[in-house]
């Protein structure tokens, strides 16, 4: 991000969040702390960052964990002016969530578990998150801790211990990942946040619940899936009982398919009989330096067979197979499931799918400019206002960008205006 004159026009921007901070000195606190994780700095860790603002480390410790102020309030403000900034019908709501690698055992909800930032299991803590793109721009929507099992077990003095000494809330419990993901997109309806399709990898896209969710919530989306998932070509028949089965015995619990339908297929399967010729080569964006990014693939309409062998029968969806040569010459296949419309095109799907880039760079910029994952405290309300803040500062710096936008476009506009005006008076 651009950091020339970052601090025009701070106090504004923090003004509008006094209703939700409504002692002074928190305030000052509140504005100095999002001041100083938008400063240079190799840690944006209390204790460096006070130094840099001149403001008490004592003070910006409370600001996290003691002092009152509404944490969900001045999120929710958040959201309006970023909306009112970029609020788009074609916009894209974007699933994801990241690590944050922790050496102790005694921040909250540390546990082992699958880091993305490391790309394995190690001690961590997880934070589901929602980004909003919409109008060139792209913001995060919102991000929640995610409670791991071994930190909601009433039976487990550890864990009770675990749980008082980071001041975690009684009424907060475990919760899957793909129906916090959910609770996050219910919150973008009832914002009012226009879009047009949700998206999400494959650790939410290959859980059939999370799918039935979006399609419940009539909801658009184009979401990975695993490479092991398989499909039916056609739609399946089940049959409660066969005829031709003896009438001795136990009945069967589930329906099965009857004798004559084919088995389901690998997604990868599929994958490797498209013919050469049969991939589109698709134009899905433009790089930084204005470079076509291509890619090909293929998409067919295919009927998931998740849960088959227990009857469970799934509407027809697109299966968008996606190949891309690596640098040793090899294809590497990714495969996506999306319920658009039948006379959907390919390179559309392909694009929403691609709107995935701008999580991946959101997370970049939170973490290694705005120190996302250099909070040092262990509590679970210093977690949660620690995130805040940041996505408060990658917020500001989003506007001061749409801002310097805006004035390009009006001195285009004016220069447009100028030549029109000098070729009339020829």
Known sequence: MEKGNVFF???????????YIKRAEARELAQCYVVGLMMDGDRKSVEPMSEKVH????????????VKWDRDGAFGEYRRRMLAETADPQGVLVIDDTGFPKKGRH???????????????????????????????????????FV????????DPECVDMRKKTYMPADVHYREKWLMALDLIDQARS???PHRAVVADGWYGDITDFRQGLDDRQERYVVGVYSDTRVFMESPVFVQTDPLEKKRGRKRKYPKLIETNPLPIKVSELGKCVADGDWEHLEIRRDC????LVIEAISRRVFPAQGYRQGAAHEEVWLIIERRKKNDGEYELRYFFSNM?????????????????WIEQGYQQLKEELGLDHHEGRSWTGWRRHVLLVILAFGYLTLQRIQEKKLEQQNLWYQRMGRIQSSLSQ
């Open 148 to 155: 791991p099992q071994s930190w909601d077990n009433p039976d």
């Open 55 to 66: 403001a008490s480390e004592r003070g910006m410790q409370r600001l996290l964990t003691a």
């Open 191 to 193: 914002d009012g946040a």
């Open 107 to 145: 921040s909250v909800c540390v546990s082992r578990q699958y880091c993305g930032s490391l790309g394995k299991v190690d001690n961590c803590q997880i934070g589901v998150s929602m980004t909003y793109v919409g109008q060139g721009f792209a913001w995060p929507y919102a991000m929640e801790l």
């Open 289 to 292: 330096l204005d470079k076509p």
């Open 341 to 357: 419309p039948q006379d959907m095109p390919t390179l559309e799907m392909v694009r929403l799918f691609h709107e995935r880039f």
């Open 9 to 19: 026009g701070i106090d504004d921007y923090m003004a509008m969040y006094s209703p």
